[in-house]
Structure formats: structure tokens, C-alpha cells
């Protein structure tokens, strides 16, 4: 399983990104997708989730700023940031909860795209 990464680059504080992450290879299902930031010093942190069904979990840092999306189809996984700050200048990485077979399930990260906000 691979999980693809994309559309991190600089932004200008107040501004908007979007993330993009696919999933690729052999699986029998995905459960719940994310997103993860880390930045040096600081603890990684959640910052949205979606259910298979569309459910979604957001961080308080990025509630009402930032919107996850998915389109199953495409076992793809959007993050729409909006109003971006300057504390939101990290390393994003995209998580997926893969069901290998259905008695068999690991969380899998790709690799982090760089999200960098100037001010």
C-alpha cells in the first residue's frame, strides 16, 4: 500500500492550499483517512480525519478553517486549508486505517509534503 502525497508548497498567511493524498496497491478496504503535521519541537499532531462514510474530525486549531474531503472512488483524500496561519507551517502526512483482508487492518503514512506560510 502507498500512500501518495501532494500540493504542499508556501502560501501566503491568509490564504488557501489544497492537500491531495491517493492511496494505491492492494487492499481490501480503507477505513478512516487523515492527516497528521509535525513540526521540530513539537508533538505530531491529528489535525483532521474522515470516516469511510464521510464523517469527519477536525483539530480545534483548524476547526472552521480547514475541510477534509474524500472521494472513495479514488481512495483519495483532500485537505482544503483555508485562512492558513503562520502556526499551520508544517510537514503534512496523509494516514489511512487499511484493511489488508477483512480480519487484518494497519495504519499506513505517506510520505509528508511541506507546508510553508509566509507572513
Known amino acids: 500500500v502507498q500512500l501518495q502525497a501532494s500540493g504542499g508548497g508556501l502560501v501566503q498567511a491568509g490564504g488557501s492550499l489544497r492537500l491531495s493524498c491517493a492511496a494505491s496497491g492492494g487492499f481490501f478496504g480503507i477505513r478512516d483517512m487523515g492527516w497528521y503535521r509535525q513540526t521540530p519541537g513539537k508533538q505530531r499532531e491529528l489535525v483532521a480525519e474522515?470516516?469511510?462514510?464521510?464523517?469527519?474530525d477536525y483539530a480545534d486549531s483548524v476547526k472552521g478553517r480547514f475541510t477534509i474531503s474524500r472521494d472513495n472512488a479514488k481512495n483519495t483524500i483532500y485537505l482544503r486549508m483555508n485562512n492558513v496561519k503562520p502556526e499551520d507551517a508544517a510537514v503534512y502526512y496523509c494516514?489511512?486505517?487499511?484493511?489488508?483482508?477483512?480480519?487484518?487492518?494497519?495504519?499506513?503514512r505517506g510520505q509528508g509534503t511541506q507546508v510553508t506560510v509566509s507572513s
Open positions: 474522515i470516516t469511510a462514510g464521510g464523517e469527519t
Open positions: 494516514k489511512a486505517d487499511v484493511m489488508e483482508s477483512p480480519w487484518e487492518e494497519h495504519e499506513y
